[in-house]
């Protein structure tokens, strides 16, 4: 991997992280069209730190009044039932699910997953769903509906982003959808929900990758996850605006397109699906910079 890959990468990253299109999807698409091959699951969770971290820059205020009042909530300076203090419940309640699932399924996410194949049906697949959820759902609850059931299944939406494809803000929007919520406060909730599952596991990738410079390309790790940042703080507010008054129909058609186009160029052998891990560690590619982890 060049510079110019890792900033091209950084771009796909901030572009698509908040969009419900999957960017691990779109991360492992552009790295087999550049040559890459799959550029594996560190890189993308490192890259992830940067869009969360724009996450935390723009809900700057909402992220330190949620912890400042549950932090109090637990001493009694402010009511255990007070709107942000349960907010700081919920959000560790729905982290639960993708921590335990991911630990669980840990071989198959960086392996058999990251299929083509497997990312090209759930692209499909979870755009169907989210077209659904948002022509069936009553778009009537704000997040003070919010409730320890509706984390729990909002927390387990997130983990089924654990599958490139499925997209962690789409699996996360589409349950609130059809929950009920509103879209704006679907997207915001899904938001904020991803901070400590997408930094634990990029601190987690990159503590590995450290001890292991051999294998992840550091440098242009860092500069694509730069770049991301910048992108997805931009990318951010354009989403939140446009979908306070638009339908998410856009997104689904890109998704069923994308995915054809997936199954089309792979059908053909335009395209490796790959198998994960052990596939990109046996091909060892290295373009410039080092070798890459899948």
Not at 170 to 180: F, H, P, Q, W
Not at 271 to 289: C, F, H, R, V
Request: with cysteine.
């Amino acid at each position: 991997m060049d510079f110019i890959q890792a900033i091209l990468l950084g771009l796909i990253q901030g572009l698509t992280e908040f969009l419900p299109i999957s960017s691990s999807a779109h991360l492992r698409i552009a790295g087999e069209l550049m040559g890459l091959g799959d550029t594996g699951a560190a890189f993308t969770a490192i890259t992830q730190i940067g869009t969360e971290l724009a996450v935390i820059v723009f809900f700057w205020r909402d992220i330190v009044r949620i912890i400042g009042r549950w932090c109090r909530s637990l001493t009694g300076g402010v009511p255990r039932r007070d709107p942000d203090a349960l907010m700081g419940w919920w959000i560790i309640l729905g982290s639960i699910p993708i921590v335990l699932l991911g630990l669980l399924f840990q071989d198959q996410i960086e392996g058999a997953f990251r299929s083509l194949w497997i990312v090209a049906a759930t692209l499909i697949g979870f755009g169907l769903l989210l077209g659904l959820a948002d022509r069936l759902g009553r778009h009537v609850h704000t997040l003070d509906r919010l409730d320890w059931r509706h984390g729990l299944i909002y927390g387990f939406a997130q983990a089924l982003a654990l599958i490139p494809g499925v997209s962690r803000s789409g699996g996360t929007i589409t349950a609130g959808l059809l929950m009920g919520y509103r879209r704006e406060a679907a997207a915001r909730y899904s938001f904020l929900l991803a901070i400590p599952a997408v930094l634990g596991s990029g601190l987690y990738q990159l503590a590995k990758a450290l001890r292991e410079p051999a294998i992840t390309p550091m440098a242009q790790t860092m500069v694509a996850t730069g770049i991301a940042f910048v992108v997805a703080l931009v990318v951010i507010g354009v989403f939140m605006r446009y979908i306070s008054n638009h339908s998410f129909l856009p997104f689904v058609v890109y998704r069923v397109l994308l995915g054809v186009v997936i199954i089309v160029l792979l059908a053909t052998g335009v395209l490796d699906p790959g198998t994960g891990t052990a596939s990109a560690a046996n091909q060892l590619i290295t373009t410039g910079g080092g070798p890459l982890e899948s």
